[in-house]
Each structure stands twice: as C-alpha cells, then as structure tokens.
C-alpha cells in the first residue's frame, strides 16, 4: 500500500511570494500526478511526471525517483492560485495525498 | 479537450434509497475509476474497472456498492442501500496509459 504524505497542508502567502508545495510516497510508481482542487469541488489536472521537470506557465513540478519525492512551484503567485494541491502517485491506480491548502492574499 | 462528463451534479437521497451515479468517460481510455471524497478529507480510491471487470476494489467498497458499463459508453457507480455516511462528493476518472488523469466534475451526494 502506497502512502502519500504532503506538506504543508495549509499554506497562506502574499501575492508574488514563490510556494513549494512537498509530496513524498513510500512506493515505487509509474508517474506522480499534480492535482488541482478549486472551491466548487472540480479536480484539473497539472503535471504528470515521472522523471525530471516539467514547466506550465508559473508552475513547476519536479521529482526525485530515488527520493520517492516531488514538489510543486509557483512563481509569482496570485490570488487565483487559491485553491488546495493534491499530488496522486500513480501505479494501476491513483493513491491521493491529503491535499494542500493555498490562500494567496492580495 | 477531451473530458469526462458526471451526472446528476447533486443528489438528495433518502438513507436505505438506491442511487445511481452515472459518468461517460473518455472514449479511447482504457481504465475507469470511481473516487469518493468524504467533505474535509481526503480524495479515496473506491474501484477500478478495466476491460469491462472490476480489477481493483477498495476496503470501502462493499456488498452495498456495484459498478456497470451497461452500454459501452456510461460508466455507473449504484450504491444499494444509501447510508448516512455515504454522503460525499463522488468522482469519475479516466487513465490511459502515459497520458494524464481526466476526472468529471463530481456528484454530490448527500444522504439524509
């Protein structure tokens, strides 16, 4: 059973701070999804990663395999970043973290 | 952009009623999930379905629970016999290999 912890679960920062959102599993995967989880409910999509970096506009995702670790970045954060983070390590099945909550103050 | 779609978004139901949550998933994808997440916790795996069978079933996911794909395109989650802690927001997802992971918008189900 793959245990998937994040850190922090609550966040809150000014507008234009850099954010590191941290997920760790204690598993091998297949890929490690970034998930994003707005008010109403709905769960987009960001990274799947397995290996290396990847870039979204002011977002970042990175893994270390051997680590069993990833993080989330954003540059320049803005309000409409609000919203709580969820990376998901990925084998036959997604294995979610508890989600992090993010509140960008103006 | 591809997208799975979830009906109903809400459903009231009454404790011991029998519901049926439907989701129509992307059409080329190969593995179907369903997700529940209890308000203020975290997302948690219910069932996954590939190939037209149940492939993996959680510990949640018991007598009261069963999945169909009854015309090869919807994807239902029936919950027998509703109880009180069945209330959540119930989510759809699709996986193909090496692609992301689509999810639908979810229902809500509260069960009073």
């Known amino acids: 059973k793959n245990e998937v912890e994040q850190s922090p679960q609550n966040l809150t920062a000014q507008e234009g701070e850099f954010i590191t959102i941290n997920c760790s599993y204690s598993?091998?995967?297949?890929?490690l999804h970034w998930l994003q989880q707005h008010p109403g409910g709905g769960i987009v999509s960001l990274f799947m990663l397995s290996s290396g970096k990847k870039k979204h506009g002011r977002l970042i995702a990175t893994i270390n395999i051997q680590e069993k670790h990833s993080s989330l970045h954003i540059t320049a954060s803005h309000p409409r970043d609000s919203a709580v983070y969820i990376c998901a390590a990925r084998n036959e099945k997604l294995t979610f973290g508890t989600g992090t909550r993010l509140t960008i103050i103006p | 952009e591809p997208e799975v779609t979830q009906t109903p978004s809400h459903q009231v139901t009454q404790m011991g009623q029998e519901v049926i949550l439907r989701c129509v998933p992307i059409s080329n994808h190969l593995y179907f999930y369903w997700y529940r997440q209890i308000l203020g916790q975290k997302v948690e795996f219910l069932v996954s379905f590939y190939n037209n069978e149940i492939s993996e079933k959680s510990e949640i996911f018991d007598d009261q629970f069963s999945v169909e794909r009854p015309d090869g395109s919807n994807f239902t989650l029936k919950i027998r016999s509703t109880k009180l802690e069945d209330s959540a927001m119930y989510f759809c997802a699709t996986l193909h290999p090496n692609t992301e992971a689509f999810f639908g918008q979810g229902t809500r189900l509260t069960v009073v």
């Open positions: 598993v091998g995967i297949s890929a």
